[in-house]
């Protein structure tokens, strides 16, 4: 399976992106999707998750309440709406399927992931 994520770009603090996951070999309805994130300097981070059984999501504290992840199983693509971007959700953003089609409630780890897609780069500055 294989994974593209596309929607970064410079946005300025307070504004809006969103991000699209697009899987081929495997789809959305297969397998849970994680977003993480990997600011400059710092480890990499689980943001989000949404299952596929049953819809179950994730959110990092860093991020709930202003994110927003959704699915759209015809296209075979995983959202993540972000709103009220800081300057600290500046990172580079991937994509992954998890071995299983739900999300754990403890939160996300990387292992666990497959199909890391490339990334796209996310910069919040005014």
């Known amino acids: 399976g294989k994974i593209v994520e596309s929607g970064g770009g410079l946005v300025q603090p307070g504004g809006s992106l969103r991000l699209s996951c697009t899987t081929s070999?495997?789809?959305?309805?297969?397998?849970?999707i994680g977003w993480f994130r990997r600011a400059p300097g710092k480890e990499l981070e689980g943001v989000s998750c949404i299952g596929s059984a049953d819809d179950s999501t994730y959110f990092a504290n860093s991020v709930k309440d202003r994110f927003a992840i959704s699915r759209d199983n015809a296209k075979n693509t995983v959202y993540l709406q972000m709103n009220g971007l800081k300057t600290e959700d500046t990172a580079v953003y991937y994509c992954?399927?998890?071995?299983?089609?739900?999300?754990?409630?403890?939160?996300?780890?990387?292992?666990?992931?497959?199909?890391w897609g490339q990334g796209t780069p996310v910069t919040v500055s005014s």
């Open positions: 992954a399927g998890y071995m299983k089609n739900y999300c754990e409630d403890y939160g996300l780890i990387p292992t666990d992931f497959g199909a």
């Open positions: 070999g495997f789809t959305t309805n297969d397998f849970a």
